[in-house]
């Protein structure tokens, strides 16, 4: 049967969600989507679904898909990142070289709508143990620019027992409290490659207003009621329900520049494992940059996170056409 090519819509979420559990179900990286999850993903407002997304078609399932959003901010570029993937069973036909292809056609127009003028970056993320994928980027002109790593610990056993520097309290996060956190986040993620400032919209759209967020698991560092630190957690619960065990992750943790090494992430990680654990939770994880100016890799490890796999992003400056 010969695979029709179109753009996603709302009404393909519980085709691209078996399409991702096929994926997944091959390439073990943890990354479990639920149909909610995907019904999230298709209605933010940073992807234009008619121009940004694309799909291979086969009868009424999906086989092949893109997925290229614009982002929320830019710098001294744009870095538009592609999200896609192949089923299995169609490996090897050249369906992942076409989503290349179309996203580099597709991304100019889009960014240029958005951010005229600045240079323009697609970013891909490619685990270690999908080495089809690594090899499809290094064949279409991407380089590997950054490598991160998954970390994660059992809640079970010995926690740490870090306290916060003198003067500062960690209380949780609450609705008045959001302006702060999100400043927090921006500030402290200004030297973080790659990142941008979220926007109010773009951080209720991805983080805060998330189905996946959990307020009563996230947490301020407060020093004269001024916000020095952020703990963000979620929780997925397609990965919960696949793996059988709760998983808090910490989706943000950050401290502004002023403030580190001072012992501040450490407490709000003690502060939020000993929590997670109170409240059910059965592991923990997060994802890190490898070489985070900050040195987060030590600070997470003294925690007792251990790496447990690893990616590289692949970097293509795309000039317009």
């Excluded at 943890?30 to 008619?50: K, M, N, P, T, Y």
């Excluded at 570029?77 to 896609?84: A, D, Q, T």
């Excluded at 929590?275 to 985070?292: C, I, K, P």
């Amino acid at each position: 049967m010969s695979l029709a090519w179109e753009p996603l819509t709302p009404d393909d979420a519980e085709a691209l969600t078996d399409l991702l559990a096929a994926i997944e179900a091959e390439d073990h990286t943890g990354e479990v989507h639920d149909l909610d999850d995907v019904r999230e993903q298709l209605g933010h407002h940073l992807i234009d679904l008619a121009a940004g997304t694309l799909a291979a078609r086969e009868g009424g399932r999906i086989v092949a898909f893109g997925y290229l959003p614009v982002r929320q901010s830019a710098t001294e570029s744009h870095v538009m990142r592609l999200w896609g993937g192949v089923h299995p069973a169609h490996r090897r036909r050249g369906l992942g070289r076409r989503l290349i292809d179309w996203s580099l056609a597709t991304a100019p127009p889009l960014s240029e709508k958005v951010f005229p003028g600045v240079p323009l970056e697609i970013h891909l993320n490619a685990p270690d143990s999908n080495q089809g994928l690594k090899a499809l980027a290094e064949g279409t002109g991407f380089t590997a620019g950054r490598w991160f790593a998954e970390m994660g610990r059992p809640l079970s056993g010995d926690l740490p027992a870090f306290t916060p520097p003198p003067g500062v309290s960690i209380v949780p996060w609450s609705p008045d409290l959001d302006e702060g956190a999100r400043n927090v986040r921006n500030e402290s993620f200004l030297d973080h490659w790659g990142s941008v400032p979220h926007t109010p919209e773009s951080w209720r759209d991805y983080i805060v207003g998330s189905r996946n967020f959990l307020p009563g698991s996230s947490y301020l560092a407060l020093y004269e009621d001024r916000a020095v630190g952020v703990l963000i957690t979620h929780t997925f619960e397609g990965y919960n329900e696949q793996s059988g065990e709760r998983r808090a992750w910490i989706q943000i943790i950050g401290t502004l520049r002023e403030w580190r090494g001072k012992g501040v992430a450490s407490a709000l990680i003690a502060h939020a494992l000993a929590a997670f654990r109170a409240q059910g939770f059965d592991t923990t994880g997060l994802g890190v940059d490898a070489d985070n100016p900050t040195g987060a890799v030590s600070v997470y490890a003294r925690s007792g996170f251990e790496i447990l796999q690893r990616s590289t992003n692949y970097v293509l400056p795309v000039t317009p056409g």
